[in-house]
């Protein structure tokens, strides 16, 4: 064993645990989980969107490594239609949406949405037909994977159905266009309640609010309005304002500054992604969209990366990543702690890496070294 996969292994139990684990103070949300799940042995039933582009191939890794971990899935897989449903006026189809308000639980590949072709986005229908209030982005150095920095870990919750993300624009007039901003307070409060009540569940010490108040003093200023009212409720959590450009350097120079992250939706699609540079890349950052009566979608942030698609190139990292967040919230920390400690082993010993993890392992490669971990 490498002096680097022996550090990963010391590290990744406390690391991990308390980065996707869970508790049961809470229901409807990533936190706890108001249903009964169920034993290691009985089938659990959960949604899969294979996705786009490398999709497919790295949901097929997602299986392959659940397999090998005993995990026993009933993926109820969906496909995207190739026309669009007048029910959601996006690709995605009313069955997909019901596929996962009923399975509670699902598993989604990177999808792609035609750009400037009017067509919703296919993530924001998700969100918005689901509900999906918060994304939670785990962001932390892997043990053997050098980056710039080797001491990140941090957590984003970023408000998920409103702000800039509203999809309410129109032409005034001509050459003129105009993009509505929405915060409410209901949406705000869910996100903060949130990210507070995740910071204490999982011993965070600080969450720092985002903002752009000193511009925008109405709709920023209604967000952190919530966030004060909120934190008053959790005085053993250290609570800080920060504006958004001053975060983002604040990052860059030293991101052991920050431990919990919550900000309306355009700056969490900007820091999330700022942040997941920091420790590789979108290549292996995990991500859970929480949302209301217990919903959790799991899915990789990445793109479809179509130029490698169907070359057994891709790094399934990010996706089995999101499995294991998906697998906690199914309350199976035996086996998500498992896959995470042989994902985190096999990229620690460096024998076996993907092309963009600056190895030249297949993905078929990089799963089967994964499932010879377990």
């Known amino acids: 064993m490498t002096m680097a996969a022996f550090l990963a292994r010391r590290l990744i139990g406390n690391r991990s645990s308390q980065i996707l684990g869970t508790s049961s103070s809470s229901s409807g949300a990533f936190i ?50 190739t026309e669009v449903d007048p029910r959601t006026n996006s690709f995605l ?21 035609p750009i400037g072709k009017g067509h919703r986005s296919l993530n924001l229908t998700l969100r918005k037909e689901l509900n999906l209030y918060a994304n939670v982005r785990p ?25 800039e993300y ?14 509505l901003k929405i915060i409410t307070r209901k949406a705000s409060m869910r996100v903060a309640e949130y990210a507070f009540l995740y910071a204490k569940t999982h011993g965070r010490k600080k969450v720092s609010a985002i903002h752009k108040a000193n511009i925008m003093q109405k709709t920023d200023g209604l967000f952190l309005q919530c966030c004060d009212e909120v934190a008053k409720k959790y005085p053993e959590i250290y609570y800080e ?38 420790v590789g890349g979108l290549g292996l950052t995990p991500s859970m969209n929480i949302g209301e009566d217990g919903i959790a979608l799991a899915e990789a942030v990445h793109g479809s990366a179509p130029d490698i698609a169907g070359k057994n190139l891709a790094n ?4 089995l990543l999101s499995g294991v967040m998906m697998l906690r919230h199914l309350k199976l920390n035996k086996q998500a702690e498992q896959i995470h400690s ?27 070294a994964i499932c010879d971990h377990l």
């Open 93 to 113: 189809t009313w069955e997909n949406l019901q596929s996962v308000l009923k399975n509670k639980v699902g598993l989604k590949g990177p999808m792609a949405t």
């Open 342 to 368: 042989a994902i985190i082993n096999t990229i620690a010993e460096g024998k076996y890496r993907t092309a963009d993890l600056g190895g030249i392992s297949t993905t078929t490669d990089f799963t089967k």
């Open 32 to 81: 706890s989980v108001s249903r009964a799940f169920f034993s290691s042995t009985t089938p659990i039933k959960a949604t899969l969107f294979p996705g786009d582009g490398i999709g497919p191939e790295i949901a097929e890794s997602v299986k392959q490594v659940f397999t090998a971990a005993d995990v026993v899935i009933d993926w109820d897989e969906q496909f995207v239609g």
């Open 241 to 278: 304002k920060v504006v958004i450009d001053n975060c983002c350097m604040m990052l860059v120079k030293n991101p052991a500054l920050f431990d919990v992250l919550v900000m309306p939706n355009l700056y969490g699609d900007i820091i999330s992604d700022l942040c997941a540079g920091l």
């Open 316 to 319: 399934p990292t990010a996706l």
């Open 139 to 163: 962001c932390y150095s892997l043990p053997g994977y050098k980056t710039r920095y080797d001491d990140v870990d941090l957590i984003t919750i970023r408000e998920n159905t409103e702000g």
């Open 166 to 179: 509203s999809g309410l624009e129109h032409q005034v007039v001509k050459g003129v266009v105009e993009s």
